[in-house]
């Protein structure tokens, strides 16, 4: 299924969406206006660090549906908004009453940065911004509205919070594959999804290409948190720039632990393959988002 | 500059508006999606408590701005948005890294109730779905836009969350009343603020009108905190329904401490005086906004 491009590598590949959503979120947190060590704080959470697929999800999804030139809106916005949630969840999911971890994207997290207090204070300020981006960000008010709630939805108590309260045990979970894929589809799937559907509505897709775009977004979604559980029970914590190994040691649900690292491999296979099917309406427009797919399969961190 | 109105208690003047906000903060929070825990603490955070001021004060906004019939927007979403930025507020404030409260309302504190970890969750949860009320409840985008543009400013990193940063020494504030100033212009005043210019805006307000409402949110707020820091000062704790002279234990910045109370008394009658005097303009419309001055600067919890 792969296309030239696809030999690149995935760092290589993301790397102008990267760099343009860094310049966007460096600029979105400029403000006189924030204590410097708040910002401080929000800066080293968001920037420097990430390989930015979400946004490079959003961008390449408006690109699937249209010319940049008639999209309804510009989507960076969307992609700085998405990226600031993802770095909030990040923040909060490493404090000590909640994941306890002290390496993130092979740096101290920010609780160990900063101390509890301002970690939490800097999480919650890059998810208010987020919304703040949104708002501001697009011309088009009834866009910027279709994106909060979207946004909204995915990151709130339905979506990636539900996730991470299903993946903490703090509430009852299907046994077995079942619960792994409850987890699963609200923890990583719900905002993986939303960056594709948010790429979507900057370019005014129709509902069929919405349709396209989201099938894609949640088999992509699934098919990234395969090869998460497979690379955090195959790498060494080097590779991973985080903990290494911490899925079984917090007994936590994961593909590689209740399929075993084989049917796993093979599951992350399918489902791309499904992921790449759910774009057949959207033609050779959506040909970077199948290299997305193809690399995110590959990838090794 | 007390009218009859102002003879009602506070409780009772604000009763109408509490009800018709929680019967719809119990409508948004009804979602069988979210996990029942975790709705739960969502919901204990939420409802049942607390005098719902700034749902109030956008209600009464609004109302002073235009009748009814002639609002750009229903106000009760935005009402709904602000409170629930306000209940996150408290919940996180709560936690042991934070102000380390184990009493809030009169009730044991989401954490001390549901752990750290739902407590830090649960009010994220609070939070992000404050902007999907905002984006879901108003018919009309361009309101839903400005009006999450304004909730994020006063609850972002330049507002809400940099008072509690310097509340907590976690940046420099100037010694004295300056830095008491800077603080409560942010933890406190930036949402009240707000909540007056949401009102507005939901009715349609002009520049003029949203500027006479501005004014009048700022120095309310400004009131409302003055008032609050005596009241933690003279009132026992079951009174306050929280842990009372926490201020001065702490060492906190407080107009009470700072001033000492006659003098913090005076000021909060003062600036009361200029909340009044900044609704001029709007005239009789603005009658409820003035007994609900009126009412605040007289509140014994």
Redesign the interface.
């Given at each position: 299924m792969a296309s030239p491009q696809a030999a690149k590598d995935l760092a290589g590949f993301l790397r102008p969406y990267a760099e343009a959503v860094n310049a966007a979120i460096e600029k979105w947190l400029s403000?006189a206006?924030?204590?410097?060590?708040?910002?401080e704080a929000?800066r080293y959470a968001s920037l420097d660090a990430g390989k930015r697929i979400r946004p490079a999800l959003v961008m390449l999804s408006a690109e699937a549906v249209a010319r940049p030139e008639s999209w309804a809106a510009e989507p960076t916005p969307a992609a700085v908004a998405i990226e600031l949630v993802h770095c909030?969840s990040l923040v909060?999911d490493d404090?000590p009453?909640?994941d306890d971890d002290a390496l993130r994207r092979g740096r101290p997290s920010a609780h160990v940065k900063f101390?509890?207090?301002?970690a939490?204070?800097?999480?919650?300020?890059l998810?208010?911004?987020a919304?703040?981006v949104?708002?501001?960000g697009?011309a088009d008010?009834?866009i910027?509205?279709?994106l909060?709630?979207e946004?909204?939805?995915a990151?709130?108590?339905?979506g990636m919070?539900?996730g991470?309260?299903?993946d903490?045990g703090?509430?009852p979970v299907p046994d077995g594959a079942e619960g792994g894929k409850y987890i699963h589809l609200r923890k990583t799937g719900a905002m993986i999804r939303a960056a594709a559907r948010m790429g979507g509505i900057c370019a005014g897709a129709d509902a069929k290409k919405l349709q396209a775009l989201t099938g894609f977004g949640e088999k992509i979604g699934l098919a990234f948190q395969i090869t998460d559980d497979l690379l955090d029970a195959t790498q060494p914590t080097e590779m991973l720039g985080k903990t290494a190994g911490k899925d079984v040691r917090d007994r936590k649900r994961s593909y590689a632990t209740e399929l075993g690292i084989e049917p796993a491999r093979r599951l992350a296979r399918e489902v791309t393959d499904q992921a790449l099917a759910a774009l057949e309406g959207l033609g050779p427009r959506a040909a970077k988002l199948r290299d997305l797919a193809a690399l995110l399969s590959r990838r090794n961190r």
């Open positions: 403000d206006s924030v204590p410097a060590a708040l910002a929000m909030y909060h404090l009453p909640m101390g509890q207090a301002m939490i204070l800097a999480g919650s300020a998810l208010t911004r919304f703040e949104l708002s501001l697009l008010a009834s910027a509205a279709k909060v709630a946004l909204a939805a990151a709130g108590p339905a919070i539900a991470q309260v299903a903490m703090l509430c």
